[in-house]
């Protein structure tokens, strides 16, 4: 093996890019295992014609009968229906315009009782905020605002961002458990998650099934629980953070959702997924509001607006991936049949990999790190098959618009 081509943490060394889509084939299904540079990633599959598995899961929608899947929506919803008007369907809610449309529908299309929860973002937007507010003000959806301990969940950003080159783990950490913890501790016992994970290319066979699985959410010891690329154990070992700091982090146990007979399943299975749908649908029905600029990265103003470390953990999906914000979004909307891949792949080569020059001081200060440890972080997640460093300046060896440095 030639040195220039190690592909850190697994990663496929071979670049190619989806024939359909602008994904390329190094967009893992977990971004969270970065720690061990030898390990083997699971990463997207593509099929003999060279299509990814989100292209083939975009065609199944247009095949899918999605009136009979309504209907089957309101036979499943049926037992859960509170008869004493409690709440009896629970929204894990980002505040965004895929959730605001998700808990819109279950209160007046399907006449439930939803309770949105919010796992708090680390940095609220200006936009974020007035979204947040809006989903109760103008949408009528009772709303939760969870917020962990924001020292401890600076920390763990810091170390997730230093030990992963993903200072988002923690956050998505308390958004996935965020649901079942709190639907235990309010006594609801379905939740409802979002859009199909197989919209982004995770295997088309964990989403045959309309339940997910209790396991997902398993930890055996939470003290053996990592967060940010570190157990609880040894963080409570070296710093002044004591074990009950982490309760927000630690979810129900598997059998303990069973024994209460907690549901988990996700709308995207039921009705269509449409991002800039469910964007039209917010703005007309919740107040939803895009953002005031054009978000770092990407060439869109309305996805994932409410937190300004979101260009942070876009910026080091390209940088360890080669896939930046406006990768994701366009290939999202080249199978949604919004725009040719053509012009998605204009649309990568103008916007992806844009420095989030915005927020940086924020960001450092909120991570408490200096401007110079931020670079020297960001290139220790550089794979030597994805980067050259040519003249002094970072260059990507392949582009979907093939004017990467060994493409030409
Ligand atoms: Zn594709």
Redesign the pocket.
């Known amino acids: 093996m030639k040195k220039s081509n190690y592909a850190m943490w697994g990663l496929p060394e071979n670049v190619t890019f989806?024939n359909?889509?602008v994904?390329s084939n190094q967009r893992p299904n977990s971004t969270v295992e970065m720690k061990n540079k030898n390990m083997k990633k699971d990463t997207i599959s593509f099929n003999k014609e060279g299509?990814?598995s989100?292209?083939e899961y975009a065609e199944t929608k247009i095949e899918t009968n999605w009136k009979e899947r309504e209907e089957l929506l309101f036979e499943l919803l049926e037992p859960f229906r509170s008869k004493d008007g409690g709440y009896d369907v629970l929204v894990p809610s980002s505040g965004g315009k895929d959730s605001a449309f998700q808990a819109h529908i279950l209160k007046y299309k399907y006449k439930m009782n939803p309770l949105a929860i919010t796992w708090a973002p680390n940095m609220f937007t200006r936009a974020g905020w007035m979204n947040f507010n809006n989903l109760s003000r103008i949408g009528g959806i009772d709303s939760f605002l969870y917020t962990p301990n924001g020292k401890l969940h600076s920390y763990l950003t810091k170390l997730a961002f230093k030990n992963l080159g993903h200072p988002f783990q923690p956050f998505i950490h308390g958004q996935k458990i965020v649901g079942p913890k709190l639907a235990e501790k309010f006594g609801i016992s379905l939740i409802m998650y979002g859009e199909n994970q197989a919209e982004y290319g995770n295997p088309l066979e964990n989403n045959a099934d309309p339940f997910m699985e209790p396991e997902f959410f398993s930890i055996d010891d939470p003290r053996d629980m990592v967060l940010g690329g570190e157990s609880v154990s040894s963080i409570i070992e070296k710093t002044d953070f004591i074990f009950r700091d982490f309760e927000p982090y630690i979810p129900p146990t598997p059998s303990t959702l069973l024994e209460k007979g907690i549901k988990v399943t996700y709308l995207g299975y039921f009705e269509k997924w449409d991002p800039q749908e469910c964007y039209y649908y917010a703005v007309d029905n919740t107040g939803f509001m895009p953002s005031y600029e054009r978000s770092i990265g990407t060439y869109s103003r309305y996805t994932e607006i409410d937190d300004k470390i979101v260009p942070f953990h876009f910026y080091m999906t390209y940088i360890k991936f080669g896939i930046g914000r406006a990768t994701y979004d366009a290939?999202q909307e080249v199978?949604n049949g919004k725009i040719t891949r053509d012009e998605a792949a204009y649309l990568v080569k103008k916007f992806d990999g844009e420095f989030p020059e915005r927020y940086i001081k924020e960001f450092c200060k909120y991570i408490d790190i200096s401007i110079k440890e931020f670079h020297e972080i960001v290139n220790s997640f550089r794979s030597p098959h994805l980067w050259v460093e040519n003249s002094g300046k970072w260059r990507l060896r392949h582009t979907v618009a093939l004017d990467g440095f060994d493409d030409e």
Do not use: D, P
């Open positions: 989806c359909k889509c994904i299509i990814c989100a292209c290939a199978r």
